[in-house]
């Protein structure tokens, strides 16, 4: 067991001994815990617990604590789907969960964006990439179905409290740069379990730079480094957005300046260059100007992590005055509504279309393979999604690509994978390669 002394605490370890009605915990610590908010979808939620619910005839423990979102299966496209939904639908009726949103958007995308996840909270979600929330100072922790059960009905978990690695970031990053080749040079650096069951804490002028849609890309892809979460504390930015969201919030909680951390990351965000996960492994990770410059059919934009507004607005100045590419399919599903709404206010999204985009629903579509825009064999996709492996966004067969919304934008003029920068100066009126409606 540690022997961290006390008042000598990890952001992680002050959120978890709050929860556990503790002065202090010590990383390996197992402990039982107070939950400050629970978040379930239509895939993980009220159709895998409901049955257990009422096999031991329990009700919720607080319905103005849960967030239920429908995202995975929106709009259904099959019997079994539509079913899915009205389960859901049924569900938040019957508990009288007022937070509730079908088709709004994802619902790690929802959770920042609406200001349901706060600074200090202990918040549990039934999906992996519940990490996601880490940008706004919170310990978002993604559990499984059965440990949901237990959370929806009396508002407690258990938990191992992890150790914590800090990850500081000096420098800016550059233009056509962004945190997604950030945290994919990361993860390409340490492997997927190189953070394994530990926390992530992004620290440093480099964070401070960024935006809170740009931070979430970093915590939301914690889940593909092993790690059990990640956590950005809350600053100036992060009460800012709050504040605009009617939330009034202070900076903090911060780790203590003696707080002991396992291992300390140190990446300087100037050095980073536009890279992609190649196909099959997150972490086999390479700089996009040594690639190659394969061939694509498939551009997508899409998913909690890349297709959030600013996610739209880059991809948008790569395809402004160009055209995709002939045999390129582009394909942009929104992260959110209000993402959607404000592309729409702006231009953006018109931008997008003149290139020759399909826009499809918000949700989160072909990235966990069950929505519209799967893979069939044999195609070749580049995508800002999070996972590539083998089957994940449609047929074993299908190769993937995992990079920035400027790469993919630029790999959809193209029809290959080039370096984005390139992209970013004033274009002709239209690009060579034409068409793009397909």
């Given at each position: 067991?540690?022997?961290?002394?006390?008042?000598?605490?990890?952001i992680?370890?002050?959120?978890?001994?709050?929860?556990?009605?503790?002065?202090?915990?010590?990383?390996?610590?197992?402990?039982?815990?107070?939950?400050?908010?629970a978040?379930?979808?239509?895939?993980?939620?009220?159709r895998?617990?409901?049955?257990a619910?009422?096999?031991?005839?329990?009700?919720?423990?607080?319905?103005?604590?849960?967030?239920?979102?429908?995202?995975?299966?929106?709009?259904?496209?099959?019997?079994?789907?539509?079913?899915?939904?009205?389960?859901?639908?049924?569900?938040?009726?019957?508990?009288?969960?007022?937070?509730?949103?079908?088709?709004?958007?994802?619902?790690?995308?929802?959770?920042?964006?609406?200001?349901?996840?706060?600074p200090?909270?202990?918040?549990?979600?039934?999906?992996?990439?519940?990490?996601?929330?880490?940008?706004?100072?919170?310990?978002?922790?993604?559990?499984?179905?059965?440990?949901?059960?237990?959370?929806?009905?009396?508002?407690?978990?258990?938990?191992?409290?992890?150790?914590?690695?800090?990850v500081?970031?000096?420098?800016?990053?550059?233009?056509?740069?962004?945190?997604?080749?950030?945290?994919?040079?990361?993860?390409?650096?340490?492997?997927?379990?190189?953070?394994?069951?530990?926390?992530?804490?992004?620290?440093?002028?480099?964070?401070?730079?960024?935006?809170?849609?740009?931070?979430?890309?970093?915590?939301?892809?914690?889940?593909?480094?092993?790690?059990?979460?990640?956590?950005?504390?809350?600053?100036?930015?992060?009460?800012e957005?709050?504040?605009?969201?009617?939330?009034?919030?202070?900076?903090g909680?911060?780790?203590?300046?003696?707080?002991?951390?396992?291992?300390?990351w140190?990446?300087?965000?100037?050095?980073?260059?536009?890279?992609?996960?190649?196909?099959?492994?997150?972490?086999?990770?390479?700089?996009?100007?040594?690639?190659?410059?394969?061939?694509?059919?498939?551009?997508?934009?899409?998913?909690?992590?890349?297709?959030?507004?600013?996610?739209?607005?880059?991809?948008?100045?790569?395809?402004?005055?160009?055209?995709v590419?002939?045999?390129?399919?582009?394909?942009?599903?929104?992260?959110?509504?209000?993402?959607?709404?404000?592309?729409?206010?702006?231009g953006?999204?018109?931008?997008?279309?003149?290139?020759?985009?399909?826009?499809?629903?918000?949700?989160?579509?072909?990235?966990?393979g069950?929505?519209?825009?799967?893979?069939?064999?044999g195609?070749?996709?580049?995508?800002?999604?999070?996972?590539?492996?083998?089957?994940?966004?449609?047929?074993?067969?299908?190769?993937?690509?995992?990079?920035?919304?400027y790469?993919?934008?630029?790999?959809?003029?193209?029809?290959?994978?080039?370096?984005?920068?390139?992209?970013?100066?004033?274009?002709?009126?239209?690009?060579?390669?034409?068409?793009?409606?397909?």
């Amino acid at each position: 067991m540690s022997t961290t002394r006390a008042g000598s605490r990890t952001i992680a370890q002050k959120i978890i001994a709050r929860a556990a009605g503790r002065d202090h915990v010590s990383p390996d610590e197992v402990l039982w815990v107070d939950v400050d908010l629970a978040m379930m979808h239509d895939s993980s939620g009220p159709r895998r617990i409901w049955p257990a619910m009422n096999e031991l005839g329990v009700g919720v423990w607080d319905a103005d604590r849960i967030v239920l979102v429908c995202d995975h299966y929106v709009p259904a496209n099959t019997v079994a789907a539509a079913e899915i939904l009205q389960t859901t639908r049924d569900f938040a009726s019957t508990f009288g969960i007022e937070k509730f949103h079908e088709a709004q958007g994802i619902a790690h995308t929802l959770m920042v964006e609406k200001g349901y996840a706060r600074p200090g909270m202990l918040y549990v979600g039934s999906d992996s990439h519940t990490c996601t929330a880490g940008v706004m100072g919170c310990l978002a922790l993604g559990v499984g179905s059965t440990d949901i059960l237990g959370v929806v009905t009396t508002g407690r978990t258990w938990l191992r409290v992890p150790h914590t690695i800090k990850v500081e970031v000096d420098g800016r990053l550059r233009p056509g740069v962004t945190a997604k080749d950030l945290i994919l040079t990361i993860i390409g650096d340490q492997g997927m379990d190189g953070a394994l069951y530990q926390v992530l804490e992004f620290t440093g002028p480099g964070i401070e730079a960024m935006s809170i849609q740009e931070r979430s890309v970093l915590t939301n892809m914690c889940a593909e480094i092993g790690a059990k979460t990640g956590v950005v504390p809350c600053d100036a930015v992060t009460v800012e957005h709050l504040a605009l969201l009617g939330v009034d919030a202070t900076e903090g909680p911060f780790s203590d300046p003696d707080a002991e951390y396992s291992q300390i990351w140190r990446y300087d965000a100037s050095a980073v260059e536009p890279v992609v996960g190649r196909p099959n492994r997150h972490d086999d990770v390479v700089a996009i100007a040594g690639l190659g410059e394969p061939t694509v059919g498939r551009a997508y934009i899409g998913s909690c992590t890349g297709a959030k507004y600013e996610d739209l607005a880059m991809a948008a100045r790569v395809l402004h005055g160009r055209r995709v590419a002939d045999g390129v399919l582009l394909q942009v599903a929104p992260a959110s509504r209000a993402a959607l709404q404000q592309a729409m206010a702006d231009g953006t999204a018109q931008t997008l279309m003149e290139a020759g985009a399909h826009i499809l629903s918000t949700g989160c579509g072909a990235c966990p393979g069950i929505g519209a825009g799967i893979l069939a064999a044999g195609e070749v996709a580049i995508s800002t999604t999070n996972r590539n492996f083998r089957g994940r966004m449609g047929s074993p067969e299908s190769s993937l690509y995992l990079a920035s919304p400027y790469a993919v934008a630029a790999a959809a003029v193209a029809g290959r994978i080039v370096d984005p920068r390139g992209y970013l100066d004033e274009p002709a009126l239209v690009s060579a390669g034409g068409g793009g409606d397909r």
